[in-house]
T-cell receptor, first 113, second 114 residues
Framework: AQSVAQPEDQVNVAEGNPLTVKCTYS??????LFWYVQYPNRGLQFLLK??????LVKGSYGFEAEFNKSQTSFHLKKPSALVSDSALYFC???????????FGSGTRLLVRP | NAGVTQTPKFQVLKTGQSMTLQCAQD?????MSWYRQDPGMGLRLIHY???????DQGEVPNGYNVSRSTTEDFPLRLLSAAPSQTSVYFC?????????????FGNGTRLTVT
């Protein structure tokens, strides 16, 4: 069965600094990986996905993620953080042959001015 | 397009009461799903449906029932509410034409069971 882990409950960065939010996964077969963001009192919004091809995926709001098959990781990155990036970030994985999208526990990103 | 609409936004139940959380989407999406969000546990899949008349269990289905009589609607029923079901519930849908198309989420229903 597929699973995903986000090892950090919270990540703190200063505005203008690069940020990384970590995600590792476990699946049988090929993984399909996603990042979503949640702002207070709202549903989740899609940021980016990795299906196949280039290991560096670019998404919304300047975010990108790097797929590393050998380390089974899909870390979210941004070169220069903004205060408005502060939110809850979720990594998710779908296993080949499954309909289900399974989410990690979430990482709260706090960007201080 | 309204997207995914969930009602009610808030609900308080007493233990043992029943209720239905409503979810409707106007995007003609075949796939619909219910998640619950709890602190430190992320989102956990309760039930999902790949089309009218077809439903299946997710990670945490116990205590919940679903049905899918139309493409648009996917209600979640709690037959006998328990305090452990206090949570925020999200409905999400996507087009079946691609299993990897993004999920569209509603804004959630915050349920408290006392």
């Amino acid at each position: 069965a597929q699973s995903v882990a986000q090892p950090e409950d919270q990540v703190n960065v200063a505005e203008g600094n690069p940020l990384t939010v970590k995600c590792t996964y476990s699946v049988s077969g090929n993984p399909y990986l996603f990042w979503y963001v949640q702002y207070p009192n709202r549903g989740l919004q899609f940021l980016l996905k990795y299906i196949t091809g280039d290991n560096l995926v670019k998404g919304s709001y300047g975010f990108e993620a790097e797929f590393n098959k050998s380390q089974t990781s899909f870390h979210l990155k941004k070169p220069s953080a903004l205060v408005s990036d502060s939110a809850l970030y979720f990594c998710a994985v779908r296993e080949e042959g499954s309909y289900k999208l399974i989410f990690g526990s979430g990482t709260r990103l706090l960007v201080r001015p | 397009n309204a997207g995914v609409t969930q009602t009610p936004k808030f609900q308080v139940l007493k233990t043992g009461q029943s209720m239905t959380l409503q979810c409707a989407q106007d995007m003609n999406h075949e796939y619909m799903s219910w998640y619950r969000q709890d602190p430190g546990m992320g989102l956990r899949l309760i039930h999902y449906s790949v089309g009218a008349g077809i439903t299946d269990q997710g990670e945490v289905p116990n205590g919940y029932n679903v049905s899918r009589s139309t493409t648009e609607d996917f209600p979640l029923r709690l037959l006998s509410a328990a305090p452990s079901q206090t949570s925020v519930y999200f409905c999400a849908s996507r087009g079946e034409s691609s299993y990897n198309s993004p999920l569209h989420f509603g804004n959630g229903t915050r349920l408290t069971v006392t």
